[in-house]
């Protein structure tokens, strides 16, 4: 998914928000903070690549290498640090996942005395994702596939 299109989804999301729709806000924290934390950790770890591809000069301010590291390596932690944010994109895939394998969406019922259950609503109410996410509606029989493993 091109950053062009996250772009058009934030600004269609905002127009949304404004006329109190928030149906597609789940969507674009999954994307958000999953893009936030793979790109800027794959940077990051790309500038030690160039660093060391160019030996000692790698380390002298000269060649520029540590300023650019020194200004992007907090880009890991700070807007939310990448493990947090990974954890939080995945779980809108987990969340969805599981309503298209129980064909169902869960709710949390809050009561006084016991703690909080995950209970089944009605079919109606299930939201189905498109597009990347579609795998999801077949994947029953992904996880009922096995790998063959071919000897050669
Ligand atoms: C250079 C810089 C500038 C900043 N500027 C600002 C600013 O202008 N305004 C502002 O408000 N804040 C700012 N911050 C703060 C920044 O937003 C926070 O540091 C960032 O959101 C991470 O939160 P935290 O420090 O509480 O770390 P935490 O989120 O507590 O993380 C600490 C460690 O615990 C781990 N961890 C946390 N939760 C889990 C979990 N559930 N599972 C596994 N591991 C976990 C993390 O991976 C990490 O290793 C800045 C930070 C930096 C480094």
């Known amino acids: 998914m091109s950053q062009y299109t996250v772009c058009q ?4 999301l905002i127009e949304d928000i404004k006329h109190q729709n928030f149906k597609n806000l789940d969507m674009m924290h999954h994307l958000s903070s999953g ?5 800027t950790q794959d940077i990051t770890e790309s500038l ?5 591809s160019i030996g000692g000069a790698g ?4 060649s520029g290498i540590p300023a650019i590291i020194e ?3 907090p880009t890991v932690t700070y807007e939310g640090d990448n493990t947090v944010m990974a954890q939080q994109s995945a779980n809108f895939l987990l969340k969805h996942a599981r309503q ?3 064909n169902q969406v869960y709710k949390t019922i809050k009561t006084d005395s016991v703690p909080p259950v995950h209970a089944p ?8 994702l498109d597009g990347p996410f579609e795998y999801f509606y077949e994947i029953k029989e992904l996880l009922g596939k096995k790998c063959p493993i071919i000897k050669t």
Do not use: G
Not at 59 to 62: D, I, L, P, R, V
């Open 9 to 12: 989804k934030l600004m269609q």
């Open 121 to 128: 609503v009605t079919k109606q109410t299930f939201k189905k």
């Open 35 to 39: 893009f936030k934390s793979v790109h």
């Open 100 to 102: 298209a394998m129980d």
């Open 59 to 62: 380390f002298s301010a000269w």
């Open 48 to 52: 030690y690549v160039c660093r060391q």
């Open 71 to 73: 200004l992007f390596s």
